[in-house]
């Protein structure tokens, strides 16, 4: 019962990982970049929100798992 092999997760191949989409996006608080005009450019820091699905190896596991594997009956084919 791991990430891989969960209904819920979606692989990343690039980096090797993946997202846990059992639930919505976690939003974050991040410092953003921006410049303010005045007298003269300055550089400022502002904050905005991001959106994150939790970032997960795929040989992971947690009590929220659900097989891809499933048959007619919703039974997990790998147990059988």
Not at 11 to 21: A, F, H, I, T, Y
Request: with cysteine; aromatic share 10%; hydrophobic share 30%.
């Amino acid at each position: 019962m791991i990430c891989k092999d969960c209904k819920f997760w979606v692989e990343n191949k690039v980096q090797l990982d993946g997202e846990c989409r059992r639930y919505p996006p976690i939003p974050m608080l991040v410092p953003m970049q921006q410049y303010i005009m005045d007298q003269s450019l300055k550089q400022g820091i502002a904050m905005g929100i991001q959106s994150y699905f939790p970032r997960t190896k795929m040989d992971v596991n947690c009590g929220e798992y659900k097989s891809i594997h499933v048959d007619q009956y919703g039974r997990d084919t790998n147990d059988l």
